[in-house]
């Protein structure tokens, strides 16, 4: 990616929201009438079939998908911005998901024990019905590069993370989640409803990236610990001499 590919990434999040509006949107229409008409075949069976399809299609979508080992370049910023498409796909599951939940539960006359469970799992896709979307509309997996700061989008909050209030070491990735343990967290400024005052670690969402997660892994560990190159962020000639330092 370069500063030329600024417009293919706009490009892309209209894309993500134009299938989110389609797919996300039947299943948002389709989910009162699989409440109201339960005892109807039909709308249980579309609610499910547009399930399946949009797990094909990210599935699909996954197993095509080669992840660049690059970054957008913006003047005085390197960005790695979010897969909005793969935000999309699984924004766009979850009404479908909770409305055969629903239809299941309440075609249950005889309230016991499964019920009740499938209930709570019901309202818990509820919740991940609001936190996809959520995500989406915030652009979690974006990070943004600077100088002297790091920002970390989340899906509640934005982090400001000056490079010197971060430990120097390894970042450990764990399922495609990686780390930051902080050392000063009265430097850090974090933005939105997950804030917290005393941050002993931020949480980097490198699964919901565009960009290689093992390469943004490399990123920032190369930042961390080579103060002398961060003066090059936000260049064309920084991330050259980036990706030369880098294992390819």
């Known amino acids: 990616m370069s500063q030329s590919a600024n417009g293919e990434d706009e490009l892309g999040r209209r894309k993500a929201w134009l299938y989110y509006l389609l ?41 095509r998908a080669h992840k660049p080992r690059a970054l957008l370049i913006r003047p005085d910023e390197f960005v790695a911005p979010p897969s909005y498409f793969r935000l999309a796909v699984n924004a766009s599951a979850m009404p479908a998901l909770v409305g055969v939940l629903f239809s299941i539960v309440y075609d249950d006359d005889d309230w016991g024990v499964f019920t009740w469970m ?6 818990g896709c509820v919740y991940l019905l609001v936190y996809t979307l959520v995500m989406l509309i915030r652009g979690t997996g974006g990070l943004v590069l600077r100088a002297d700061s790091l920002t970390v989008v989340d899906a509640f909050t934005t982090h400001e993370v000056p490079w010197a ?3 120097s070491g390894p970042l450990p990735t764990v399922f495609g989640v990686g780390r930051l343990g902080i050392l000063w967290p009265e430097l850090v400024t974090s933005r939105g409803l997950g804030r917290k005052r005393n941050l002993q670690r931020v949480q980097l969402q490198l699964q919901s990236s565009a960009v290689d997660r093992e390469f943004l ?4 560990n190369h930042y961390l610990n080579h103060v002398e190159d ?15 330092t880098l294992p390819a």
Do not use: S
């Open 165 to 167: 209030a971060v430990m």
């Open 118 to 123: 499938l209930f709570a799992a019901t309202m």
């Open 217 to 220: 892994h490399d990123v920032i």
């Open 230 to 244: 961060r003066p090059g962020i936000g260049t064309q000639e920084g991330l050259d001499r980036l990706q030369a």
């Open 23 to 63: 797919v996300g949107g039947a299943g948002i229409l389709l989910l009162p009438f699989t409440v109201a008409l339960h005892a109807e075949l039909w709308p249980e069976l579309l609610a499910f079939l547009l399930l399946v399809g949009t797990g094909v299609v990210g599935l699909v979508a996954a197993l």
